[in-house]
């Protein structure tokens, strides 16, 4: 079929709030805020899918998994990560890898990356080593250097699937 390369960037931002889990690559976090929205709110998994779904050109994750669908309420990203994943097979792509970084004051994420990596890589159909996680604060500037919110950057490349 086709051997072009392809490179998507995705980007989420979710507010922190009182009540609700902190789930970040597929991981429960223990903190005292967790992360407001439809699905789980796992923002880090959220960039991936926009990401992966940019590089293929499918459109984004709200075109996909709209807020407000019974379906996704309260749903894994993980889950939603998975559905994307076939929906690029389907379209003649494979993910060749992907590098995320998470931007949050608090609380600290490194000695949580192995579990989000191998929770990725498993959704992704692809070795450990070809995800990436970074984590970064904002130097107190912005909803979260101000700990109102945590937000994630990802970059996927794609390859086509060969016949």
């Known amino acids: 079929m086709k051997s072009e390369l392809r490179v998507g960037i ?9 009540g609700r889990k902190l789930v970040l690559g597929g991981v429960t976090i223990p903190a005292e805020l967790g992360l407001d929205g ?18 293929a050109a499918l459109g984004d994750i709200g075109v996909h998994f709209p807020t407000g669908e019974a379906s996704y309420e309260g749903i894994s990203s993980l889950v ?8 690029l097979a389907v379209a003649g792509w494979r993910v060749v890898n992907v590098d995320v970084t998470v931007v949050a004051e608090r609380p ?6 192995p ?6 890589s498993a959704a992704l159909g692809v070795e450990d080593g070809q995800v990436s996680l970074k984590a970064s ?4 500037l912005g909803p979260a250097g101000r700990d109102e919110a945590i937000e994630a950057r990802a ?4 390859c086509g699937i060969e016949e």
């Open 115 to 120: 579990e989000m990596r191998q929770n990725l």
């Open 10 to 18: 995705g980007y989420d931002i979710h507010a922190l709030t009182a």
């Open 108 to 113: 600290k994420l490194v000695g949580h990356f």
């Open 155 to 158: 970059v996927a490349l794609i």
């Open 38 to 55: 439809w699905s789980d709110a796992d923002c880090l998994t959220h960039a991936v899918i926009d990401a992966l779904l940019g590089a």
């Open 137 to 140: 604060t904002a130097a107190e």
């Open 80 to 87: 939603l990560l998975e559905t994307v994943v076939s929906k």
